[in-house]
Structure formats: structure tokens, C-alpha cells
């Protein structure tokens, strides 16, 4: 499960070079600015998500659910899997492994390119060409499909796509890496401007009985 986390927390922004996205699509960018718009005038944000990921073949290799706990405008977010947990308070990571009871700890550096949860909706505005794809049928309705490739030309993920409902959210993200292993995060539900503790971004080591700490700063 550590790839999956990897893909969904910390994705490096890189592509190969497409002539069609040699410029940035006004179509697209009329959609991806409402969301942004709708993002930054949240005070919180709270999403149950699936993420899976499938192989070069198609091949299902791992399915998890999760909740996404964020402060649009910040770095602050918590992206909990159940065996596994990552927090931020815009400073300091926290990476939490239940399972061998062992926390690592790193600083954030707010110029990577990096990509994090608190990120996502708001990815396009730098370092992106963009081109509206078109809309797709799901059960909720149809989602606007914009497809984004980062400027730089030398990291494993090459293309992502976005699928984005009529009320201006996020339904579905994929990432492709050069591999041909493909992420797929849906969002199932969200909650909105609902109260949330800075305590949530946050590790507190005496919560957790004996657990390594290993600090990577």
C-alpha cells in the first residue's frame, strides 16, 4: 500500500512532450478556475475516497478506502487509510505505519513541485498544460474530463486526469505513470466547512504506545 500513498500525497510532476497540449485550452481553463475558485472558499473540506491501483496490464493490485481531511489554502491535511496515515501541518510530515507501529517525520518544502492533497484542486495553476477532453457519462450525471501534463519533461507520471462534476467538485482523479501503472482516486461523498481541529494535522507520539519515531529532517 506504501506505492498508493506515494501516488496520492506525493506525486513528481513530469511528461513526456504532446504537441496538442503545446498551449493551455481556454475551454479548460473556464472549468479548472471554478473549481479552484469554489476550493479557496472553503474553510474545510472532509472526502471519503477509494484509490486503486492497476497495473500496466489493467490488472487490479490494491483497492483501499480512505477519508482526506484539508484546509484549502494551506498545507494542512490528513489523509487516513486505516492502516495507515499521513498528517501535515504545513511544516512538519508525519507518515504513520500501524502496522510496525513506526512514524516518519519530514520537513514540507512548500516550493516543490511535489503534489499533496491540499493541492489537487488547485494543481493546474502552475507548471500544467491542460486540454478539455470532453465530458463523460457516470451515474451521477456527466463529469467535464480535463487532461493535464506538467511542463517538465523528467519524472514517472506523465499524464493526469481530471473528472469534474457540474457543482464544480472533483469525482475522479487519474495518474499515469510512464510504467503504465495506473492511480484511480474517486470521491465517493464530501463534506464541507465543517469544524476541524489543528490537532487533526498533527502527530502526538504519547497517543501511540511505543511507537518509532523516525525522523527524517
Do not use: H
Not at 511542463?151 to 487519474?174: C, H
Not at 465517493?188 to 498533527?202: A, G, V, Y
Amino acid at each position: 500500500m506504501k506505492r498508493i500513498i506515494t501516488a496520492l500525497t506525493f506525486i513528481a510532476i513530469s511528461c513526456l512532450s504532446i504537441n496538442v497540449f503545446a498551449q493551455k485550452d481556454p475551454a479548460a481553463n473556464a472549468i479548472l478556475t471554478k473549481v479552484s475558485q469554489k476550493y479557496r472558499s472553503l474553510k474545510s473540506i472532509k472526502a471519503n475516497f477509494s484509490l486503486t491501483l492497476n497495473a500496466a496490464n489493467g490488472k487490479v493490485m490494491d483497492v483501499k478506502n480512505g477519508v482526506l481531511y484539508a484546509i484549502p489554502g494551506t498545507n494542512k491535511f490528513k489523509v487516513d487509510l486505516g492502516d495507515q496515515q499521513i498528517m501535515s501541518d504545513g511544516k512538519t510530515q508525519w507518515t504513520y505505519i500501524k502496522s510496525s507501529n513506526e512514524v516518519q517525520v519530514s520537513n514540507v518544502d512548500p516550493s516543490s513541485d511535489a503534489i499533496n492533497p491540499s493541492k489537487l484542486f488547485t494543481i493546474y495553476e502552475k507548471g500544467f498544460k491542460y486540454i478539455y477532453a470532453g465530458d463523460t457519462k457516470s451515474k451521477s450525471g456527466n463529469l467535464s474530463t480535463i487532461e493535464l501534463t506538467p511542463e517538465k519533461n523528467d519524472a514517472k507520471i506523465f499524464k493526469i486526469k481530471l473528472y469534474i462534476k457540474k457543482s464544480n467538485d472533483i469525482a475522479k482523479a487519474e495518474m499515469f505513470e510512464k510504467s503504465g501503472v495506473r492511480y484511480t482516486y474517486n470521491v465517493s461523498s464530501s463534506e464541507l466547512n465543517k469544524p476541524i481541529s489543528n490537532d487533526m494535522f498533527t502527530f502526538d507520539a504519547k497517543k501511540y504506545k511505543g511507537v518509532e519515531v523516525v525522523d527524517l529532517r
